[in-house]
């Protein structure tokens, strides 16, 4: 009856199956993946990170990126969050177990954030650490990376030309300095061809971060997919 009183007044519904009421219902919530598998893009680029996400950019998933992202639905960001700081765990177990674990977010450019009204992957990656803080693991974000030049829309490209048309688009915040005993981990929001996160954790390196691996809240091998634009 509440929800829907809610979507009544409000016009709400719920982006996995369309139940009137929240814009995610509890029954949705509750099917969404609790923990992270490694996801490698097929062919991976070189040096890649271990990669790790939640599950496949289908179904509830990709219903919950595009409805935060771009139709601003923001109460969205928590389970988002809850589902990426599940992801950063399991990868943290397997690769820094102990550590404290730092998300670095691949940046949006300001024209994107501006015309979307918000910055989605940032407000997603606080959600998830005050998740992971709140099950005892030590985490914060650091927004270490700025974009430096304008790249064209990957929405046709495949693996070969994503790499080449973000090559060198991500820097290092002059800012930034090494912190050793962290686990740094390059979150994103969908892995495509992997060339994204490849050039985030080129950026690091080049800075003298470590990057211990990628945490994604969805990924899919389709060449052509979108993928998260910077």
């Known amino acids: 009856m509440w929800d829907a009183w809610r979507d ?19 029954c949705c919530t509750a099917g969404l993946p609790d923990g992270g598998q490694l996801s490698w893009p097929s062919p991976p680029p070189d040096g890649l990170a271990p990669p790790m996400a939640a599950g496949a950019y289908d179904g509830t998933l990709k219903a919950l990126v595009n409805g935060h992202k771009e139709q601003q639905l923001f109460a969205l960001a928590r389970p988002l969050g809850h589902v990426l700081a599940t992801v950063v765990r399991d990868l943290r177990l397997e690769v820094a177990p102990g550590l404290p674990v730092v998300l670095v977010p691949v940046p949006s450019r300001p024209a994107v954030v501006r015309r979307r009204g918000h910055d989605p992957l940032l407000r997603v990656a606080r959600v998830a650490t005050a998740r992971l803080r709140s099950w005892g ?31 060198n688009s991500l820097a290092c915040r002059a800012s930034a ?13 969908v892995l495509t061809t992997g060339a994204t996160a490849r050039e985030a954790q080129r950026a690091l390196e080049g800075a003298g971060f470590s990057v211990h691996g990628i945490a ?15």
């Open 8 to 26: 009544l007044f409000l016009g709400s519904t719920c982006v996995g199956c369309g139940l009137p009421g929240s814009p995610l219902c509890r």
């Open 137 to 167: 693991v030590p985490a914060s974000v650091r927004c270490l990376l700025a974009t430096r030049r304008v790249v064209r829309d990957q929405a046709t490209l495949n693996a070969e030309e994503r790499a080449s048309n973000l090559a």
């Open 177 to 189: 300095r090494p912190c050793p005993d962290d686990a740094l981990v390059v979150v994103d929001d």
């Open 216 to 230: 994604t809240v969805a990924a899919t091998r389709r060449h052509n997919a979108p993928e998260s634009c910077p």
